[in-house]
DNA sequence: CTAAACCCTGCACTGGACTCCATAGCAAGC
DNA sequence: GCTTGCTATGGAGTCCAGTGCAGGGTTTAG
């Protein structure tokens, strides 16, 4: 299979297949006699689980670090380990989109709801969030609050 | 408010701080009779709620977007749409995030399963992930698929 | 024989989002 | 008055993740 397919099926430009393969998220690709790129099903395989990874926001070097461990050979264990701190880390994100998102519909919800006032005065990172909640989401000048 | 203590609270570095006021991503903050600056509740509010889509994963740009609707006053129904927007967004997100998560499940659970072969041949995309449902989880050279 | 449509390489460049630097003002403590 | 510790500024530099480009090769079609 040549870049070009794979560039399509996996929606990796070419030139990022390249890079990709350049700095070691995948692995160095077969060769065909003129020196063309043979990519083979199981190059697709490892592509598409970096794609899902890469959407699922991890960056390059953790790809790198992934690859890396992976290509080692034998490291079955090692490997099912880095493979469930990722199944973590897609958990905590989860959690915190989701946070961010309960936040938001609820400044949805309240928009229209002009009568909550916070008072200023002490402020500390655990009350930002309370603080918020009831704030008027308006920026700082369109109403004094002195 | 001065600036190290917003930082601390939100997590934004005094520079970001004045990057984002530089580009609109939050209002022009008050000054005291030196020139500091003099961040008031409400402007920690708006930099929470900044610091949220930005987390969410909204870039510089939308976020100067959101702020410059906000900033031209009695706009809310464009505010609420963008809101609505981001709330899609970010449900889009977390199902695909999940999507990857119970892969990477699938992935660990069947990691010994050595017996699962999967055929080379035909692929396009509807079939990758099927595939690869199936695969080894191999790099290609490891073991001749031929 | 030439053009089109692929592919290869190294390296320079871009865009986004900061981050650092040099220089300088103010305020408090010694 | 001097040092320390905060603040300010414009502008340059950095890092990441690609992207583009010049220069070149092979195969197929006309």
Redesign the pocket.
């Known amino acids: 299979m040549?870049?070009?397919e794979v560039s399509e099926i996996i929606g990796f430009?070419?030139?990022?297949l390249?890079?990709y393969e350049r700095v070691g998220v995948i692995p160095p690709i077969k060769r065909d006699?003129?020196?063309?790129?043979d990519y083979r099903p199981n190059d697709l395989n490892w592509i598409f689980l970096t794609k899902c990874l890469?959407d699922a926001g991890l960056?390059?070097?953790a790809l790198i670090e992934f690859s890396k461990l992976n290509q080692k050979g034998e490291n079955e264990p090692a490997q099912k380990a880095i493979l469930q701190d990722q199944l973590e880390v897609l958990d905590q994100k989860m959690a915190e989109t989701k946070r961010t998102r309960d936040l938001l519909q609820h400044k949805i919800d309240t928009f229209e709801d002009h009568t909550a006032k916070f008072k200023s005065g002490e402020m500390d990172a655990d009350h930002v969030e309370e603080l918020w909640k009831m704030s008027e989401f308006k920026t700082p000048d369109q109403k004094s609050s002195h």
């Open positions: 040549n870049r070009k430009s070419a030139d990022t390249r890079y006699k003129n020196g063309y790129r890469k960056s390059i070097e």
